[in-house]
């Protein structure tokens, strides 16, 4: 899955797009939620109002994380700031190396 990180972004997110060729299993969320895109303007899905959950592997780090239906984009998913938060990645920007060491529970 062709995949963005962003430690700027509030939430994880999903391509509606996606979603629909894939025709994956999603859930409405009890509340919808605005969402504008990173210029400022309207995202053209408008309110989020559904999510999937979706479990990340990493070599041997899975963990199961909500994802908001969205348009994002030349991308599928987008991983933001919340995850980098609860997992915690060392990453080497020279090299691209990603290391789960500092995550809690790196499996489960």
């Known amino acids: 899955m062709n995949m963005l990180i962003d430690c700027g972004t509030t939430g994880q997110f999903i391509d509606f797009e996606y979603v629909q060729s894939y025709e994956l299993h999603t859930y409405c969320l009890p ?3 605005t969402v504008d895109n990173v ?3 309207p995202n053209k899905v ?3 109002t559904k999510a999937i959950d979706l479990v990340i592997c990493y070599k041997d780090h899975n963990k199961q994380s909500p994802f908001y239906v969205s348009s994002i984009g030349h991308k599928a998913v987008i991983l933001g700031h919340p ?3 609860r997992h915690n ?3 080497n ?3 691209g190396e990603v ?3 500092c995550c809690q529970n ?3």
Do not use: L
């Open 89 to 91: 990645p060392e990453i």
């Open 46 to 48: 408008g309110h989020i």
């Open 106 to 108: 790196p499996v489960e």
């Open 31 to 33: 509340h919808a939620i």
């Open 83 to 85: 995850w980098f938060i």
């Open 93 to 95: 920007w020279h090299t």
């Open 39 to 41: 210029d400022g303007t």
């Open 99 to 101: 290391s789960m060491t």
